[in-house]
C-alpha cells in the first residue's frame, strides 16, 4: 500500500513537472523543441485574447530581422477603495508598431496558453528555411536588375528614353527590394559575395539623369479658362510628359501657385498624363490667376535648370460680376474699439469676389469676427511687440425677415502691434471653409459667362488630299464636342445647320463659305458662327479657326494650333477652344 502511495505521488510530481516545463516558455522566452540555434523565437501576450497575443507572437519575431521597430508597454495600474480597502488592479499588455526592413514569411504560431486573465503565444521562424528563401529572393531580383540594366542601355543607345526610364524605375525598386532582403538575411547569417549587388542605386541614376535630360513637359488642356467669379474652373489642368516622343508615366509633378507653393501633386499616368483639378482651392476673386506645372526630381543643379525650362503656365480669368447686399458687421468685446476698422476690412475683403456694399440691399450679409491672442513676437526695440492672434469669422446670409439662406465660416491668422491691428491683417488669411459661390448664387443668381449661341461650320481642306476631308470633318466634330462640354455656349445643333442648307440648296459636302455661313446662322438665330480651314504642310498639321460676330459680319478673334501627329487631333481642337475662351471674351 505505501509502495502504492509512494508510486502515486511520484507520478503526479511527474506530471505536475511536465506540466510545468511544457510552459516554461510564457516565462523564458525559450522552448526546448525549438532551440534558438535553429530558430527565431517570439511570445506575445495580451488580455484581449488568444488571437491578439499570437499576432504579438509574430511581431516578437519580426523584431529580430527589422531595422527600426517602435514598441511600447502599456503598463497601467489603478487603485480601487472597496469598503475603506484598498484594491490594486493592473494591466500590462505589449503594443508594438512595426516596420520591417522587408517582407518576411514562414512565422508560424505553434503554441498557446493561459494564465490568469493573460493569454499567450509562441512563434516561430525555421532559420535554415529562412535564409535558403531570403537567398533565392536576392538571386531572382539580380538576375532581374541585370537583365533590365542590359535593355536600359539598349534602349538608350537607340535614344528609346521613354522605354528606358520605365525599365529604370523597375530596376530601382528592384536594388530596394533585394537590399532590404540583404538586411533581413543578416540576422540570420551573413551576406556573402553571392548575395552582392552588381549593380546600385548610384548606376541606376547616372543612367537616369541621361534620360532626363531629354523630358519634355506640355500643356494639354485646361489653359486659359474664363469665368465669373465665385466659380471655379470646370476642366482640370493637363499636361504629358514625354521623351523622344514618347510617354514617361510615374513622373512626379507639382502644381505651384502664385506664391511658389505646391498646391497639388500627381504623377503621370502610362500616357505621360497628369491632371489637376484645382476646384475649391482656386482663387475666385476677380483678375487673372496663375498657376505652374513643375517636374519633380531629385537630381543634380544642372538638371534641375534644364527640367525648370520645361514648366509649364496656366492662366484662368475670372470676370467681374458684381453683386450686392447690405454687409453688417459685428465683433466681439475685447474688439469693439476698431469694429469701424475691422468693417471696413470685411468689407474690402469681399469685394475681391465682387459683393459690393448697398445699404438698400434686401440681401442681408451678417459677418461676426472674433480674435483670440496666441502670443507675443518681440519687435525691433525692448519696448514693443507684436500681438499674434487666431482670428474666426462667420458669414451668414439672411433675407429682410432674417431667414437664413447660407453661411460659412473659416478662420486665419494674424499679427500686428495691437489686437485690432493683428486682427485686421488676420482678416486677409482667413479661409473660409465652403463655397463662396454659394453665397454669389443666392445673391445675384451668379452665373460663368453669359452663354453665346454658337454655330460650328465644317473646317475647308486647304491641302488638296481627299482623304483629309476625313480628318477637317473629324476635328469640327471635336470642336463642337468640346464647345458643348465646356459649359459657355449654346451649340446649334447639326441637324438644324444640315436642314438649312438644304433648304438654301447649299453645298451638299456640309462646307460652305463665310458668306453662307452668316445666312445659315441667321436663320438659326446664332450670335457667332465659327470657321476655319486645314493643311498639311511637310509634315505638320495646321488649324485655322475664327469667330465671326453676327451682329457686325466681323471676325471677333482668330485661333490657331498645330501639330506632327493625327493622333493629336483632339488636343488641336482642346486648344482652339481655350484660346477662343480666353481672346474673345475679356
Known sequence: ?????????????????????????????????????????????????????????????KKQLSVSVSASMLDEQSAISINGKGINASRVESRARLVTSGDVSGIEVVKSAQQGKLFYALAVLDKKNFIAATKAKIADLKKQVSQLVAAIQTDISANKMAAALVKLSVARKNIILAEEQRTLLSAAAPPTDAEKLD????????????????????KTGGDNQVFAVGMVPSDPFVVTASVEGGPVPSLQINLLDDNNKIALTRFTDDNGKAEFSVSEKADMSAGTHKYTAAIFMN??????????????????????NPCFAKILVDVSAPLTSGKEDIAKKVIARLSKYDVKNDPASESIIKVSVAATETGNVAGLSENNSFVKTEVSLTLALTDEDGKDLASLTGTGKGMGSTLVKSTIAGIDNVKLEGSIKTVLEKICSVKSIPTLKIAVFEFKDRTGYAWWYDMAQGLTDMLTTQLINSGKFDVVERTQIN???????????????????????????????????????GSKIEADARIVDMKTGIAKCAMSSSSYSLSDLRLMATEIVGQLKSKCWK
Open 1 to 61: 500500500m505505501k509502495n502504492r502511495l509512494l508510486l502515486g505521488l511520484v507520478g503526479l510530481f511527474m506530471w505536475a513537472s511536465m506540466a510545468s516545463a511544457a510552459n516554461d516558455w510564457v516565462t523564458t522566452s525559450r522552448d526546448m523543441e525549438y532551440p534558438n540555434d535553429f530558430y527565431f523565437v517570439g511570445v506575445g501576450m495580451s488580455e484581449r485574447g488568444v488571437d491578439i497575443a499570437k499576432q504579438n507572437a509574430m511581431v516578437e519575431v
Open 299 to 320: 537630381v543634380g543643379s544642372e538638371l534641375k535648370t534644364r527640367l525648370a525650362a520645361q514648366n509649364q503656365i496656366f492662366a484662368y480669368t475670372v470676370q467681374s
Open 199 to 218: 549593380v546600385t542605386l548610384t548606376d541606376i541614376s547616372l543612367l537616369f539623369e541621361k534620360c532626363v535630360a531629354g523630358i519634355r513637359l506640355s
Open 499 to 537: 436642314r438649312i442648307m438644304e433648304e438654301k440648296s447649299l453645298a451638299q459636302s456640309g462646307i460652305v463659305e463665310e458668306n453662307e455661313a452668316i445666312q445659315i446662322a441667321k436663320v438659326a438665330n446664332a450670335d457667332v458662327i465659327l470657321i476655319g480651314t486645314a493643311s498639311i504642310a
